[in-house]
């Protein structure tokens, strides 16, 4: 033991580049900066579409149909049936047939007199004739006071729900 000594003794480095200025290995990244923000940009976009459609349909599940301009129509017409007073019922039935005028044929009826209307309506001539009648028989019994029996309440709403009737077949055929 005599020979070995407790510290041995490195021996010196040879010379050659400084060891310090070496740097570790270098990290080369998966993807890009822009690959990322790519990936995650089409997937947001992805993921709203399909919650858009699903929302949609959905929707489109639930909500009821809206009712059609003529069964509108004919079901005021029959609530307006029960009105007592004339003044009341002329103008609750003109202003459904003006309404009805208005949704059917895109026409401003509800700004518009009587005349104003008929002449805007250009409904073929069994038509344009039920119209004028209707309309001046409620406008009587609006500003004239003029009373309604019975018998002509049923007349006026006869008349309307056929009016409405024949407008609807005509613009279904028209449509066509």
């Not at 580049?17 to 940009?41: C, K, Y």
């Not at 005021?76 to 009105?83: F, G, H, Y």
């Not at 003109?94 to 002449?119: D, F, V």
Request: aromatic share 4%.
């Amino acid at each position: 033991m005599i020979g070995l000594s407790q510290n041995p003794q490195m021996p010196d480095l040879p010379s050659g580049p400084n060891l310090d200025r070496i740097r570790g290995p270098v990290e080369i990244p998966m993807f890009e900066p822009w690959e990322i923000a790519l990936m995650v940009s089409l997937t947001l976009i992805f993921l709203t579409s399909f919650i858009y459609l699903l929302i949609k349909s959905i929707r489109g599940k639930i909500r009821p149909s809206l009712p059609s301009a003529k069964t509108k129509a004919l079901h005021e017409l029959d609530t307006v049936a029960k009105e007592p007073d004339s003044a009341q019922f002329a103008t609750h039935t003109s202003k459904i047939i003006r309404r009805y005028l208005e949704e059917a044929r895109e026409i401003p009826a509800l700004r518009q007199s009587t005349t104003e209307l008929i002449m805007a309506a250009r409904l073929p001539n069994p038509q344009h004739k039920q119209l004028d009648s209707l309309l001046n028989t409620c406008d009587c019994a609006k500003f004239a006071r003029k009373p309604l029996t019975e018998a002509i309440r049923i007349q006026l709403l006869d008349t309307a729900k056929q009016l409405v009737e024949d407008i609807s077949r005509t613009e279904s055929e028209t449509k066509i």
